[in-house]
């Protein structure tokens, strides 16, 4: 049992691992693709603290949906292995975990980008990604409160999938 036990925690630290890293990187990726021209990667290397709270903001965001998710993984690792790892309810409880993980990961990414987009409907007046190029700690707040604000929101959401199918 205690060897069980020990495979179980090393399989879902692995996959949990590796889909922090593929969640991560496409949410950076996002982020420059919705960033109206602004490299992030420029702006990093030149200090500027502004676009870093951003980035920091959309990492934590999608750290806090990638956890929930990884919770749905753990659980249908846990049924899998209850019902036997290489039967078809073992097999479709994996899967099931997997796609509720990645749902996870298209949710945060789209709810993320969504977010930004209203929230530069919304503030006509200021033009979010200009000042961020600025270094403008005020705006950079703003949008990071934003960013895990929706994370958080919809961090339930991907509970309720978990809940749903594991």
Excluded: C, H, P
Excluded at 36 to 59: D, P
Excluded at 115 to 136: C, M, P, Q, R
């Amino acid at each position: 049992m205690l060897i069980e036990n020990a495979v179980f925690g090393i399989i879902q630290l692995i996959i949990a691992i590796i889909f922090a890293v593929i969640a991560l990187y496409i949410s950076f990726w996002t982020l420059g693709k919705i960033s109206k021209g602004l490299n992030e990667e420029e702006e990093l290397a030149k200090g500027n603290t502004a676009v870093g709270i951003i980035v920091a903001a959309v990492f934590v965001a999608v750290a806090i949906v990638v956890e929930s998710g990884v919770k749905g993984l753990s659980a249908g690792i846990a049924k899998a292995f209850r019902a036997g790892l290489f039967s078809a309810d073992g097999m479709l409880a994996i899967g099931l975990s997997v796609f509720q993980l990645v749902i996870g990961i298209v949710l945060a990414v789209g709810a993320i980008y969504l977010a930004l987009y209203i929230l530069d409907k919304l503030t006509k007046g200021v033009e979010e990604f200009e000042e961020l190029k600025k270094g403008n700690i005020a705006v950079a707040l703003e949008m990071a409160g934003v960013i895990i604000a929706v994370a958080v929101i919809i961090q339930s959401g991907v509970l309720g999938i978990t809940a749903a199918l594991i």
